[in-house]
């Protein structure tokens, strides 16, 4: 069967993780953590809204995403399921240079969870958030990226 029992199909979601960033802006690429919070809720054993926040900090630059995700889940026995992600998004950048501004962005996102409880689960997941965004040394809007790697734990209520 597709489906496990140890994986609780309907419900509000918590999730917190933490991991690395890298973040790619045409002319530099930065590297940082990363940390998530996420809510969402589950409609089945398959689909998942999400409301999500992604903070990241290095030396250089900082971005924030703020995100609302379509979940694709497709659960394995044993207590493991896999998903995809995507969805809208909106992008807040700031650097020792420039000042904060704001763009639209679109994020994509894969992971594997286990869920060793009814409601409680670990995962390893990516993400990648694409916005356009100015650079200190242009003045031109880029498409630029965010990527992330992160480990989480989370909760369906």
Same mark, same amino acid.
């Given at each position: 069967?597709?489906? @496990?029992?140890? $994986? ?7 999730? $917190?993780? #933490? ?5 790619? @802006?045409?002319?530099?690429? @930065? ?20 409301? &999500?926040?992604?903070?990241? /900090?290095?030396?250089?630059? *900082?971005?924030? $995403? ?5 979940? !694709? ?10 998903? !995809?992600?995507? #969805?809208?998004?909106? /992008? ?16 994509? !996102?894969? &992971?594997? @969870?286990?869920?060793?409880?009814? &409601?409680?689960?670990?995962?390893? *997941? ?9 650079? /200190? ?21």
């Amino acid at each position: 069967s597709s489906s @496990d029992s140890r $994986i609780r199909e309907k419900g509000v979601t918590l999730e $917190i993780g #933490g991991g690395y960033s890298l973040w790619d @802006d045409s002319y530099t690429k @930065d590297e940082g953590v990363l940390l998530n919070l996420q809510l969402g809720y589950k409609f089945n054993k398959n689909i998942e809204v999400d409301l &999500g926040q992604t903070w990241t /900090a290095s030396f250089m630059e *900082g971005v924030n $995403i703020t995100s609302l995700t379509l979940k !694709g889940i497709l659960p394995f026995e044993s207590g493991f399921l896999s998903y !995809g992600k995507t #969805g809208p998004g909106y /992008a807040s950048a700031g650097s020792m240079v420039n000042s904060d501004q704001g763009s639209f962005a679109w994020v994509f !996102g894969l &992971g594997l @969870d286990y869920h060793f409880t009814e &409601g409680f689960y670990v995962g390893l *997941g990516g993400d990648v958030s694409l916005f356009k965004y100015k650079s /200190a040394l242009s003045n031109v809007k880029k498409l630029n990226s965010l990527w992330g790697a992160r480990a989480n734990i989370g909760y369906i209520f």
